[in-house]
Antibody, heavy 120, light 108 residues
Framework: QVQLQESGPGLVKPSQTLSLTCTVSGGSISSGDYYWSWIRQPPGKGLEWIGYIYYSGSTYYNPSLKSRVTISVDTSKNQFSLKLSSVTAADTAVYYC????????????WGQGTLVTVSS | SYVLTQPPSVSVAPGQTARITCGGNNIGSKSVHWYQQKPGQAPVLVVYDDSDRPSGIPERFSGSNSGNTATLTISRVEAGDEADYYCQVWDSSSDLSLFGGGTKLTVL
């Protein structure tokens, strides 16, 4: 079955850019039935959708983060990536990648998540 | 903007039925999805499209959605059901996915 795995630095300095990659295995990222999404969860808090990308490269971002977010896809590597610029301590969170249904927008499966701490 | 409201906590004895609500304006017109998150783990989809179950999810988990309230029902609750539960919808008016604040289910 499809599995997702996040990778990237666990510590980012304030004002710098957070960069994470999600590797998809067990299925093709080029499936037209799905979007590929990023979701985050600050410690002890709830879930926040960041945005998604389609295999063609089209993207959609949470308006509250849109000015700082870039999601890209590399179909040859079956990977998609997240960049979040100008980070602050408020961006400290567990970041999840997930497959999103392109029709009714549920998320399944999710990656295990990776904690990114913003600190100097 | 659209808001999903969940009770912070629900407690139930083993073997009883737990009901977790998700309130939103005319939420009955949207597709609601539910996730279970155990400590230190990623969320898992347990109900999608209001009342459908992914393969591998026990029949004890069911959902309904009408009017201003969607409900996740867990029958014959087990200790292993203790977790945080989140509802989620796609809000077409603002074009984003929204999650409820989460409900902590405690099995007494």
């Amino acid at each position: 079955q499809v599995q997702l795995q996040e990778s990237g630095p666990g510590l980012v300095k304030p004002s710098q850019t957070l960069s994470l990659t999600c590797t998809v295995s067990g299925g093709s990222i080029s499936s037209g039935d799905y979007y590929w999404s990023w979701i985050r969860q600050p410690p002890g808090k709830g879930l926040e959708w960041i945005g998604y990308i389609y295999y063609s490269g089209s993207t959609y971002y949470n308006p509250s983060l849109k000015s700082r977010v870039t999601i890209s896809v590399d179909t040859s590597k079956n990977q998609f990536s997240l960049k979040l610029s100008s980070v602050t301590a408020a961006d400290t969170a567990v970041y999840y990648c997930a497959r999103e249904s392109a029709t009714v927008n549920w998320f399944d499966p999710w990656g295990q998540g990776t904690l990114v701490t913003v600190s100097s | 903007s659209y808001v999903l409201t969940q009770p912070p906590s629900v407690s139930v004895a083993p073997g009883q039925t737990a009901r977790i609500t998700c309130g939103g304006n005319n939420i009955g017109s949207k597709s609601v999805h539910w996730y279970q998150q155990k400590p230190g783990q990623a969320p898992v989809l347990v109900v999608y499209d209001d009342s459908d179950r992914p393969s591998g999810i026990p029949e004890r988990f069911s959902g309904s959605n009408s009017g201003n309230t969607a409900t996740l029902t867990i029958s014959r609750v087990e200790a292993g059901d203790e977790a945080d539960y989140y509802c989620q919808v796609w809000d077409s008016s603002s074009d984003l996915s929204l999650f409820g604040g989460g409900t902590k289910l405690t099995v007494l």
